[in-house]
C-alpha cells in the first residue's frame, strides 16, 4: 500500500477507496494529531462540496472526530479556502474539507488545515497516516461520558466568508457584465451574491447541483458552455470555478480562455506596477507554460518553479516571503489575503487589476504569448504508475524527442498525485508536431498498461 496522503488530502472513490471507515478513522487520527489542547475541548470545523457522498463522509469523520474528544463545527457547503478562512476566524483548532476538488462525483476526498488554515506539512500528514493504519493500538483509550465530543452548526459560514472575501479585495464592478460558472460545486450559491453586491450584473450557470453533476461539462475543466454565454450575452468576461472554488480559469469577452499562467501575469504586472509585487517574484510550477518565464524576463520580474501542486508552491511563498504563486491549472495562493488558492478571491484581484489600468481582459492578456501546449492523460492504476515512468521504451522516445525540439519546446511527464493518471505535456512551436508527440507517449503507456 502507498501512501495515504497524496498531494492534496486522501482521495479516491467514495465508498469504494474512501470508505467510511476509512473516514471515521481519519476523523479520529486527525483529531488526536492536531486538536491537543489541554485548556479546553477542541474544535474541529467541517465544510464539504456538493458530492451526493459527502454527507456519508461528514458523518463518518463526525463519529471519529467526537470519538476522539473534539467538538464539531458544521459548516456545509463551503469552498475549501472558505474551511481555511474560517478555522482561523472560528479559533478551531484544526480544519476539513469533504472534496475531491475538479475530479467528477464519484471521487471524494478529506483534506486537512491546521488551526492557522494552512495545509499540513508532509511530516503532520505521516502522524496522522501512523495512527489511521495502527487504529487499533492508538485507540484503546478512547473518552467516554461528558469528554465525547459533539456538533455545533455554523448557518453563517459562507455569509462570513463572503464578507471576508470583500474586504480584503473590495473592487466596485459598477457597469460591468460578468458571466459565471459555479460547477455546480461549493460556490454555486454565493459566488453570483459576492459579485452582485460589488455592483456587477452576473449570469450564472452551473448553479444547480443535485450531487452528481459536480464539474460534469461546467466549471473550469470544462469551459465550452461559458464561452458561448460570454458571447451570447454580451458579458465583459467570464468567471469559471472548479467543484470546491479553490481556482479560476477565465474567458474573455471574446470567448476566449484565460489560464492561470495569463491570469497570475496580469495580476502580478498589476501588483508590480503599484509596488505590491514582494522581490518582484511569482511562484509557478514546472506545469507553467514557458510564455509565462519569457514574459517575466521582458517585464523584470522573477519566477521560481516548484514542482507541480499548490502546496509546493505554498512552501516556497512562505519560505523566500513571495506573496503570489500559483498553476497553469487556475490555483493562485494571494498569500497577503489568503492561506490557500481562493478561485473567488483571485477573480477580485483579477478585476481588480483590469479596473486599476482600465482595460478589457483580453488587452491585458497580451502580456503574455502562450505558446502552443499539448496536454494527454494516460489511464494507469496508482500501483502502476512507478513501473509505467521507467519504462525504458517511454525514456527513449522522450529523449528522442526532446532532441527533434531542439530547446525550442519541452516535455514533461508526470504522474498525477490526485487522480489514476500519467500527464504527458509537449509545449512547442509547432502544434500539430507536439500532438503527435504526446499522442505517441500516451500510447506507449498504454500499450503497457492499459
Same mark, same amino acid.
Given at each position: ?73 458544521? +459548516? $456545509? ?8 478562512? !474560517?478555522?482561523?476566524?472560528? %479559533? #478551531? =483548532?484544526? @480544519? ?13 476526498g478529506i483534506k486537512f488545515f491546521s488551526g492557522n488554515g494552512f495545509k499540513l506539512s508532509d511530516e503532520i500528514e505521516d502522524e496522522i497516516e501512523k495512527r489511521v493504519t495502527d487504529y487499533d493500538v492508538f485507540s484503546k483509550n478512547r473518552v467516554v461520558g461528558e469528554d465525547v465530543g459533539t456538533v455545533y452548526e455554523k448557518n453563517v459560514a459562507a455569509h462570513d466568508y463572503i464578507e471576508h472575501l470583500k ?50 461539462? +461546467? $466549471? ?8 458561448? !454565454?460570454?458571447?451570447?450575452? %454580451? #458579458? =465583459?468576461? @467570464? ?211 492499459s
Amino acid at each position: 500500500m502507498g501512501r495515504l496522503f497524496g498531494t492534496d488530502g486522501v482521495r479516491g472513490v467514495a465508498n469504494k477507496e474512501l470508505t467510511p471507515d476509512l473516514a471515521f478513522r481519519l476523523g479520529y487520527a486527525g483529531a488526536m494529531v492536531l486538536a491537543v489542547n489541554a485548556n479546553r475541548k477542541p474544535k474541529i470545523l467541517i465544510g464539504m462540496d456538493t458530492r451526493i457522498s459527502c454527507k456519508m463522509l461528514e458523518a463518518a469523520l463526525i463519529g471519529g472526530i467526537c470519538s476522539a474528544g473534539a467538538d464539531v463545527i458544521k +459548516c $456545509g457547503v463551503i469552498p475549501t479556502p472558505a474551511v481555511a478562512y !474560517l478555522t482561523k476566524k472560528y %479559533k #478551531c =483548532d484544526a @480544519g476539513v474539507m469533504i472534496s475531491a476538488s475538479h475530479n467528477s462525483f464519484e471521487y471524494n476526498g478529506i483534506k486537512f488545515f491546521s488551526g492557522n488554515g494552512f495545509k499540513l506539512s508532509d511530516e503532520i500528514e505521516d502522524e496522522i497516516e501512523k495512527r489511521v493504519t495502527d487504529y487499533d493500538v492508538f485507540s484503546k483509550n478512547r473518552v467516554v461520558g461528558e469528554d465525547v465530543g459533539t456538533v455545533y452548526e455554523k448557518n453563517v459560514a459562507a455569509h462570513d466568508y463572503i464578507e471576508h472575501l470583500k474586504r480584503r479585495m473590495s473592487v466596485d464592478l459598477s457597469g460591468m457584465r460578468i458571466a459565471i460558472d459555479c460547477a455546480n460545486g461549493a460556490s454555486y450559491d454565493i459566488a453570483s451574491e459576492l459579485f452582485e453586491d460589488l455592483g456587477a450584473v452576473v449570469v450564472v450557470i452551473g448553479n444547480y447541483p443535485n450531487g452528481v453533476n459536480i464539474n460534469k461539462d +461546467c $466549471g473550469s475543466t470544462h469551459m465550452e458552455k461559458l464561452q458561448e !454565454l460570454v458571447v451570447r450575452e %454580451k #458579458c =465583459d468576461l @467570464g468567471l469559471a470555478f472548479d467543484g470546491d472554488a479553490d481556482r479560476l480559469l477565465a474567458v474573455d469577452g471574446f470567448g476566449k480562455m484565460v489560464d492561470g499562467d495569463i491570469i497570475m501575469s496580469v495580476i502580478a504586472n498589476d501588483m508590480m506596477a503599484f509596488g505590491e509585487l514582494k522581490s518582484n517574484t511569482v511562484v509557478a510550477t514546472v506545469m507553467s507554460n514557458l510564455g509565462l518565464d519569457i514574459m517575466a524576463e521582458k517585464n523584470g520580474i522573477h519566477i521560481e518553479k516548484t514542482k507541480v501542486g499548490d502546496r509546493y508552491v505554498l512552501e516556497n511563498m512562505i519560505e523566500n516571503g513571495f506573496n503570489i504563486g500559483g498553476e497553469q491549472s487556475g490555483h493562485v495562493i494571494l498569500l497577503d489575503h489568503a492561506t490557500t488558492g481562493d478561485g473567488m478571491l483571485t477573480a477580485l484581484a483579477l478585476l481588480k487589476a483590469l479596473k486599476r489600468k482600465n482595460q478589457t481582459l483580453d488587452k491585458a492578456g497580451e502580456i503574455i504569448h502562450i505558446l502552443p501546449q499539448v496536454l494527454l492523460s494516460a489511464k494507469v492504476q496508482n500501483e502502476d504508475k512507478a513501473a509505467a515512468m521507467a519504462l525504458p521504451e517511454l525514456l527513449s522516445a522522450i529523449q528522442k524527442y526532446e532532441s527533434e525540439l531542439a530547446g525550442k519546446g519541452r516535455i514533461l511527464v508526470r504522474a498525477s498525485g490526485t487522480e489514476p493518471i500519467i500527464r504527458v505535456m509537449i509545449e512547442g512551436e509547432n502544434k500539430e508536431q507536439i500532438a503527435l508527440m504526446a499522442g505517441d507517449l500516451v500510447g506507449i503507456i498504454q500499450r503497457h498498461f492499459s
